[in-house]
């Protein structure tokens, strides 16, 4: 086995370790990953891993996900990115897979089993106040910033749809862009080269998966489209993401009830790992 070899596979043995051990969202995640990926490895710099975290913060999808794949391809391309992410989301997705057909059981079998989620449901409320007043204290530093969230709360609360966030996404996008000119320029040492293939390819999958799910009406395939089309709108990670999931699933769908979800998303919290893994559970359950 070569030194490339034997670093690949300690990278991946990093990997799963921080899959198993990573409790505490992305700040404790982040704390792990500058000690044993930086400090310990070296696989990277410390400034290249502040640089991946903001740009996968900017970007739309589970951030630690994405963080975990851009270390991987800067350490040995896309096949240690590809291979990376399968060993990063499998141990919670399993976990998570496991818990709804758990639940599932007892529901079936169990009249009142459900009935310890009292205490659970209470503890999946608290997570969200608690992530939405971290992400606010975090991200909202302007007046504008500050109307647009209360407008957008407003909305939000009053308008149940999985239609309105996209809209408030766009209409909160343009409305920020209009300042663009005063933001600071950076000076390019070379053109930049976008891959457009790869854009195409994330499009043409998102367009696809919802013709063919509207025209088939196939659970599986419209399931498929309704994450696909989630984690590539969200911005902000799994905290965003549980509103999403919640207004579509069982507000908006009835899917599942509110006790089912909020049970779900109380164990994603209680286990290792992304956050998105809430989306296997939902679409196990």
């Not at 109307?147 to 909160?172: D, M």
């Not at 419209?222 to 993401?241: A, T």
């Amino acid at each position: 086995m070569s030194v490339k070899q034997v670093r690949y596979y300690l990278f991946l043995k990093d990997t799963i370790t921080l899959s198993l051990t990573a409790f505490g969202g992305p700040q404790a995640f982040l704390a792990m990953l500058l000690e044993r990926i930086v400090k310990r490895r070296a696989y990277i710099q410390e400034d290249e891993l502040w640089e991946l975290n903001a740009l996968c913060n900017m970007l739309p999808g589970p951030s630690s996900t994405q963080l975990i794949c851009a270390i991987a391809f800067r350490v040995g391309g896309p096949n240690l990115a590809y291979l990376a992410l399968l060993v990063w989301i499998l141990p919670a997705t399993l976990l998570m897979i496991f818990a709804a057909m758990l639940i599932y059981f007892l529901q079936e079998n169990t009249p009142g089993a459900l009935d310890f989620a009292r205490f659970i449901q209470p503890m999946a409320i608290g997570f969200i106040i608690f992530a939405a007043q971290k992400i606010i204290g975090k991200t909202i530093k302007t007046t504008e910033a500050m109307v647009l969230v209360l407008i957008s709360a407003f909305i939000s609360f009053f308008y149940s749809s999985p239609y309105i966030f996209p809209v408030l996404l766009i209409i909160g996008g343009l409305s920020t862009s209009i300042k663009y000119k005063q933001q600071p320029k950076l000076e390019k040492d070379a053109p930049l080269k976008v891959e457009w293939s790869n854009f195409y390819l994330w499009a043409g999958v998102l367009i696809g998966a919802a013709a063919l799910g509207a025209i088939t009406k196939y659970q599986p395939i419209i399931l498929f489209e309704n994450f696909y089309r989630n984690g590539s709108l969200i911005f902000g990670g799994g905290q965003v993401l549980v509103p999403y999931l919640y207004t579509e699933f069982v507000d908006f769908k009835h899917f599942l009830s509110s006790e089912e979800f909020l049970t779900g998303y109380a164990i994603s919290q209680g286990i290792p790992g992304p956050t998105f893994s809430i989306s296997s559970y939902v679409g196990a359950l």
